[in-house]
Protein backbone atom coordinates (compact mmCIF):
# COMPACT_ATOMS: atom_id res chain seq x y z
CA UNK A 1 0.00 0.00 0.00
CA UNK A 2 1.13 3.50 -0.88
CA UNK A 3 1.75 5.33 2.06
CA UNK A 4 1.23 8.80 0.84
CA UNK A 5 -2.43 8.26 0.25
CA UNK A 6 -4.55 9.47 3.38
CA UNK A 7 -6.41 7.51 5.44
CA UNK A 8 -9.89 8.46 3.59
CA UNK A 9 -8.40 7.41 0.21
CA UNK A 10 -7.84 4.38 1.39
CA UNK A 11 -11.28 4.13 3.40
CA UNK A 12 -12.91 5.18 -0.50
CA UNK A 13 -10.51 2.78 -2.48
CA UNK A 14 -11.75 -0.17 0.13
CA UNK A 15 -15.54 0.24 -0.44
CA UNK A 16 -15.00 0.30 -4.18
CA UNK A 17 -13.29 -2.93 -3.56
CA UNK A 18 -15.70 -4.15 -1.19
CA UNK A 19 -18.75 -3.05 -4.02
CA UNK A 20 -17.03 -5.11 -6.72
CA UNK A 21 -16.82 -8.28 -4.14
CA UNK A 22 -13.38 -8.18 -4.14
CA UNK A 23 -13.40 -7.98 -0.15
CA UNK A 24 -9.29 -9.33 -0.49
CA UNK A 25 -8.66 -6.58 -2.05
CA UNK A 26 -10.78 -4.18 0.09
CA UNK A 27 -8.71 -6.04 3.66
CA UNK A 28 -5.62 -3.92 2.38
CA UNK A 29 -6.88 -0.25 2.24
CA UNK A 30 -9.42 -1.00 5.59
CA UNK A 31 -6.06 -2.12 7.53
CA UNK A 32 -4.24 0.69 6.53
CA UNK A 33 -7.11 3.09 6.98
CA UNK A 34 -7.77 1.82 10.58
CA UNK A 35 -3.70 1.80 11.21
CA UNK A 36 -3.48 5.67 9.82
CA UNK A 37 -6.42 6.56 12.18
CA UNK A 38 -7.27 3.96 15.31
CA UNK A 39 -10.15 6.04 16.73
CA UNK A 40 -12.07 6.12 13.72
CA UNK A 41 -15.03 3.31 14.04
CA UNK A 42 -16.16 3.08 10.13
CA UNK A 43 -12.46 2.51 9.50
CA UNK A 44 -12.46 -0.22 12.24
CA UNK A 45 -16.38 -1.59 11.29
CA UNK A 46 -15.07 -2.07 7.76
CA UNK A 47 -11.68 -3.11 8.64
CA UNK A 48 -13.45 -6.04 11.35
CA UNK A 49 -15.96 -6.91 8.24
CA UNK A 50 -13.06 -7.76 6.17
CA UNK A 51 -11.32 -9.99 8.59
CA UNK A 52 -14.20 -11.85 9.04
CA UNK A 53 -14.70 -12.19 5.15
CA UNK A 54 -11.28 -12.81 4.07
CA UNK A 55 -9.34 -14.12 7.17
CA UNK A 56 -12.38 -15.91 8.45
CA UNK A 57 -11.25 -14.88 11.87
CA UNK A 58 -15.24 -14.61 13.48
CA UNK A 59 -13.63 -13.70 16.76
CA UNK A 60 -11.30 -11.03 15.74
CA UNK A 61 -13.87 -9.32 13.31
CA UNK A 62 -16.59 -9.19 16.05
CA UNK A 63 -14.40 -8.05 18.22
CA UNK A 64 -13.29 -5.11 15.65
CA UNK A 65 -17.30 -4.39 14.54
CA UNK A 66 -18.59 -4.27 18.32
CA UNK A 67 -16.01 -1.88 19.12
CA UNK A 68 -17.07 0.58 16.18
CA UNK A 69 -20.74 -0.06 17.32
CA UNK A 70 -20.22 0.65 20.80
CA UNK A 71 -18.06 4.29 19.48
CA UNK A 72 -20.70 5.09 16.99
CA UNK A 73 -23.85 3.18 17.99
CA UNK A 74 -26.61 5.79 16.00
CA UNK A 75 -24.91 4.67 12.97
CA UNK A 76 -26.85 1.90 10.77
CA UNK A 77 -23.75 1.47 8.82
CA UNK A 78 -22.22 -0.51 11.16
CA UNK A 79 -25.14 -2.54 12.76
CA UNK A 80 -25.01 -3.80 8.77
CA UNK A 81 -21.25 -4.58 8.72
CA UNK A 82 -22.26 -6.45 12.31
CA UNK A 83 -24.92 -8.21 10.73
CA UNK A 84 -22.44 -9.02 7.53
CA UNK A 85 -20.34 -10.52 9.85
CA UNK A 86 -22.79 -13.01 11.69
CA UNK A 87 -24.11 -13.97 8.62
CA UNK A 88 -21.04 -14.60 6.69
CA UNK A 89 -20.37 -17.20 9.59
CA UNK A 90 -24.00 -18.61 9.73
CA UNK A 91 -25.42 -16.97 12.67
CA UNK A 92 -28.84 -15.98 10.63
CA UNK A 93 -31.07 -14.93 13.72
CA UNK A 94 -28.23 -12.50 15.38
CA UNK A 95 -27.27 -11.43 12.11
CA UNK A 96 -31.36 -10.13 11.78
CA UNK A 97 -31.17 -8.51 14.73
CA UNK A 98 -28.36 -6.08 13.95
CA UNK A 99 -30.19 -5.76 10.50
CA UNK A 100 -33.14 -5.04 12.20
CA UNK A 101 -31.49 -2.77 14.81
CA UNK A 102 -29.93 -0.66 11.67
CA UNK A 103 -33.20 -0.11 10.23
CA UNK A 104 -34.65 1.72 14.09
CA UNK A 105 -31.51 4.09 13.51
CA UNK A 106 -32.39 4.77 9.90
CA UNK A 107 -35.68 3.04 8.77
CA UNK A 108 -35.40 4.01 5.50
CA UNK A 109 -32.20 2.17 4.68
CA UNK A 110 -32.71 0.59 1.35
CA UNK A 111 -29.45 -1.90 2.73
CA UNK A 112 -30.88 -2.98 5.56
CA UNK A 113 -33.92 -3.57 3.83
CA UNK A 114 -32.91 -5.15 0.93
CA UNK A 115 -30.60 -7.19 3.45
CA UNK A 116 -33.72 -8.23 5.30
CA UNK A 117 -36.05 -9.13 2.33
CA UNK A 118 -33.08 -11.11 0.72
CA UNK A 119 -32.61 -13.55 4.35
CA UNK A 120 -36.68 -13.37 4.19
CA UNK A 121 -38.40 -13.82 7.51
CA UNK A 122 -38.49 -16.99 9.47
CA UNK A 123 -41.81 -19.22 9.47
CA UNK A 124 -43.71 -20.42 12.32
CA UNK A 125 -42.54 -23.62 13.68
CA UNK A 126 -45.41 -26.69 12.33
CA UNK A 127 -46.38 -27.82 15.24
CA UNK A 128 -46.09 -24.41 17.65
CA UNK A 129 -46.76 -26.52 20.98
CA UNK A 130 -43.31 -27.76 20.37
CA UNK A 131 -40.09 -26.14 20.29
CA UNK A 132 -38.79 -24.35 17.21
CA UNK A 133 -35.14 -26.77 17.39
CA UNK A 134 -37.24 -30.01 18.33
CA UNK A 135 -36.45 -32.60 15.98
CA UNK A 136 -40.03 -33.38 14.82
CA UNK A 137 -40.65 -29.35 14.08
CA UNK A 138 -37.36 -29.49 12.06
CA UNK A 139 -38.17 -32.40 10.08
CA UNK A 140 -41.56 -30.89 9.15
CA UNK A 141 -40.64 -27.20 8.61
CA UNK A 142 -38.11 -29.05 5.89
CA UNK A 143 -40.90 -30.93 4.32
CA UNK A 144 -43.23 -28.00 4.21
CA UNK A 145 -40.23 -26.53 2.69
CA UNK A 146 -39.54 -28.83 -0.15
CA UNK A 147 -43.22 -29.38 -0.91
CA UNK A 148 -43.67 -25.44 -0.87
CA UNK A 149 -46.64 -25.40 1.42
CA UNK A 150 -47.83 -22.39 2.96
CA UNK A 151 -47.61 -21.88 7.31
CA UNK A 152 -50.75 -21.54 8.54
CA UNK A 153 -49.92 -17.48 9.35
CA UNK A 154 -49.26 -16.80 5.90
CA UNK A 155 -51.98 -18.84 4.28
CA UNK A 156 -54.95 -17.41 6.64
CA UNK A 157 -53.21 -13.76 6.45
Same mark, same amino acid.
Given at each position: ??????????????? %???????????? %??????????????????????? #????????????????????? %??????????????????????????????????????????? %????????????????????? #??????????????????????
Amino acid at each position: MDARFSADEHFQKGQ %EWLRARQPGAAL %EHFRVANALQRDNARYRSFYGLC #IGLVERRFSKALELCNAAVKD %EFFNPDLYLNLARVHMAFGFKAEGMRYLRRALMIDPSSATAQA %ELARLGERRRPVLGFLPRRHP #INRWLGRARQRLGIADGASAAG
